[in-house]
T-cell receptor
Framework: DADVTQTPRNRITKTGKRIMLECSQT?????MYWYRQDPGLGLRLIYY???????NKGEISDGYSVSRQAQAKFSLSLESAIPNQTALYFC????????????FGEGSRLTVL | AQSVTQLDSQVPVFEEAPVELRCNYSSSVSVYLFWYVQYPNQGLQLLLKYLSGSTLVKGINGFEAEFNKSQTSFHLRKPSVHISDTAEYFCAVSEGNFNKFYFGSGTKLNVKP
């Protein structure tokens, strides 16, 4: 089983719908991140969380919200999806006392029509 | 914020040939540098990292990278590539306490037989 699990792996939805992407991890890491990947743009940070009570905005947080339900769970929500939110979304984790390595899930591909 | 530049969006190369993937970053302060690899339909995984010490860093699968502070570069090299190296490669930078990671736009390495 994957250490960082994302659900759903693929989702097609319509403009205006609410969408939630979920991430769970069994690595025991405190830090969790949501990134968005677009062709030619690399990965951009949406939100990050260093523990259950600590949530921070990243570079492109507009139109997104997150919830850290437990140390192991970090969800990303699109309250009203729009077509330019079509992208590949990655969840990642790292240790608080880390040497810099991020551990990624396999990604959630979201298409907004 | 950091800026990470990967000038080559695609690099085609024949099997057993050498390859260099270029990465430049913007900051003049102390940074930590990483290369991640993304195989098709997978998340990213760490290839190698520079934290301190020797400027030549060796990673998995025969890859290595050299940190050049004066040129703010961290180019990735492999002396002889294999078909299985076909993937997208991302350079990433983190400052100080690993709170945030900034990714380049990625380089697609296409190894041809």
């Amino acid at each position: 089983d994957a250490d960082v699990t994302q659900t759903p792996r693929n989702r097609i939805t319509k403009t205006g719908k609410r969408i939630m992407l979920e991430c769970s991890q069994t690595k025991g890491h405190d830090r969790m991140y949501w990134y968005r990947q677009d062709p030619g743009l690399g990965l951009r940070l949406i939100y990050y969380s260093f523990d259950v009570k600590d949530i921070n905005k990243g570079e492109i947080s507009d139109g997104y919200s997150v919830s850290r339900q437990a140390q192991a769970k970090f969800s990303l929500s699109l309250e009203s999806a729009i077509p330019n939110q079509t992208a590949l979304y990655f969840c990642a984790t790292s240790r608080t006392t880390n040497t810099g390595e991020l551990f990624f899930g396999e990604g959630s591909r979201l298409t907004v029509l | 914020a950091q800026s990470v530049t990967q000038l080559d969006s695609q690099v085609p190369v024949f099997e057993e040939a050498p390859v260099e993937l270029r990465c430049n970053y913007s900051s003049s302060v102390s940074v930590y540098l990483f290369w991640y690899v993304q195989y098709p339909n997978q998340g990213l995984q760490l290839l190698l990292k520079y934290l301190s010490g020797s400027t030549l860093v060796k990673g998995i699968n025969g890859f290595e990278a050299e940190f050049n502070k004066s040129q703010t570069s961290f180019h990735l090299r492999k002396p002889s590539v294999h078909i299985s190296d076909t993937a997208e490669y991302f350079c990433a930078v983190s400052e100080g306490n690993f709170n945030k990671f900034y990714f380049g736009s990625g380089t697609k390495l296409n190894v041809k037989p």
